[in-house]
């Protein structure tokens, strides 16, 4: 079991920047891949950003240029850069855990928290 904490979220004005932060607990020696997904009202969950296990990231392309993932292996904690920020960023952003030779669809999620940008 692996539990996810995010942090971070808030209300920003338009060109304005946050910091998520993701910390996971419990058996994180089996976590591979982490990432960020994003949520607005009435649209799916998509993909903001992922870092594999040995730091490699990769964008969504409304984001790239503007946000950076970054993790710390040992800290079991990753974030989320997110600089010129848009009204369109606005979503309740997740955290996920993906697993060593398992499903994506068996990761773990954190609980979300909500970044608001104004116009």
């Known amino acids: 079991q692996v539990q996810l904490v995010e942090s971070g979220g808030g209300l920003v004005q338009t060109g304005g920047s946050l910091r998520l932060s993701c910390a996971a607990s419990g058996s994180t020696a089996s976590i591979d891949g982490m990432g960020w997904y994003r949520q607005a009202p009435e649209k799916q969950r998509e993909l903001v950003a992922r870092?594999?296990?040995?730091?490699?990231?990769n964008y969504a392309d409304s984001v790239k240029g503007r946000f950076t993932i970054s993790r710390d292996n040992a800290k079991n904690t990753v974030w989320l850069q997110m600089d010129s920020l848009k009204p369109e960023d606005t979503a309740v952003y997740y955290c996920?855990?993906?697993?060593?030779?398992?499903?994506?669809?068996?990761?773990?999620w954190g609980q979300g928290t909500q970044v608001t940008v104004s116009s």
């Open positions: 870092i594999t296990s040995g730091g490699s990231p």
């Open positions: 996920k855990a993906d697993f060593y030779e398992t499903p994506s669809s068996f990761g773990s």
